[in-house]
């Protein structure tokens, strides 16, 4: 029973895009958004942020990514991003955020880095990195009074689960990499800290994000040789790597390799609004709720290539390889409460992500 009010204004000077609201008595409200590794996810919900009326400033240090998917959102929805070039675990240089733009209104922290194999090589880089800017966002929304906290969390939190697909009460197993440590660890510490302070927080589990913007303006841009499935499906399509290695066909699913649930970026970005609108609209101080993003069907590794070699056309030239350390064998998503709480609705098949990761692959290979 709040008095809703909002106004737009558009600074055509420096491009900076407010959102004012009125909500019963507090005053004007803007949206802070640190952007992390992992581009393709995280341009995409600014984009979608965007486009449903928010003020979006972005924390990107750029270690992993290049300012061109910056520019990609701008041609998109024709804004200009405010980037603020610095890593999150420097928390004086985060804290500048808060001091420059008083009343964020809530705050979604994707810094991570997210590959499972690589977190099994390197393991103090990313409890350094994942854990050190989730504390570092969470004090300083505290000591600036941001109340909406949505934290990107992942389906690795459930391990191997002993019963799939996976609710939001499906019990968490011991963590199969340092990846999934870092966001079973990183849900306590949110969860705590919002239990203590006057913060409504959101946890989304994602599952495996894939595919690219309709528009092609923006994708996944990984560094190096990639981790993910459907980067190494396309770079070895357009032959940036000459093969790719299926990590094991020796599982028990019903094809031997493991299952996942792919869904497409734009329905994870659009998620995230939906659940920031839900987070302002319910205001449920010293709380935190969990939802699974996924899109509820199991697909295996190897599905997952005849996918694209039917939306493509090209054969894939693969090999089968052994398993890779961390992997689960198989998970994918009960996705009812996000659906019920959020309104939240997949719009993206297993085609579309398809289809548009190999149209981003093309137009990176035409630059
Ligand atoms: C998927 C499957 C690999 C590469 C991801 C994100 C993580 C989280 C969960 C968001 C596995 C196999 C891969 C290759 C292969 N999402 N594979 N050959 O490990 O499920 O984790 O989703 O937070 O952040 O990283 O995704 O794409 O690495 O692997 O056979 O060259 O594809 O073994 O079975 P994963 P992935």
Redesign the pocket.
Known sequence: NYKFEHSFELNLENGDFFVTYQISNTKERKIFRPDYL?KK?DFQKLFDLIENGFEVISADNLSRSSASSLIGIEKITGKKIKNYEIDLTDKKAAAQIFIQHKNITGIIHFA?Y????ESVEKPLEYYQNNIGSLINLLALSIQYQVKHFIF?????VYGNPDSIPVTEKTPLQKAASP?GAT?QMGETIVQDTAAAHPMAAILLR?????GAHPSIAIGELPIGH?????P??TQTAIGKLPK?????NDYDTRDG??I?DYIHVCDIAHAHTLALQYSIKENAFNHCEVFNLGTGKGIT?LE?IAAFEKVSGVRLNYEI?P??A???VA?YANNDYAVKKLGWNCKYDLNDMMRTAWLWEKSLASE
Do not use: E, W
Request: hydrophobic letters at 35%.
């Open positions: 992992n996810n991570a997210k590959a499972v194999g990107s969390s992942s389906c690795t990846y966001k994602y599952f495996n994000p894939v990639p981790q993910n499935l459907v190494a499906i790719m290695q299926v990590h094991g390799s493991c996942r590794v997952a390889g398993r890779r961390g992997d689960i998970i």
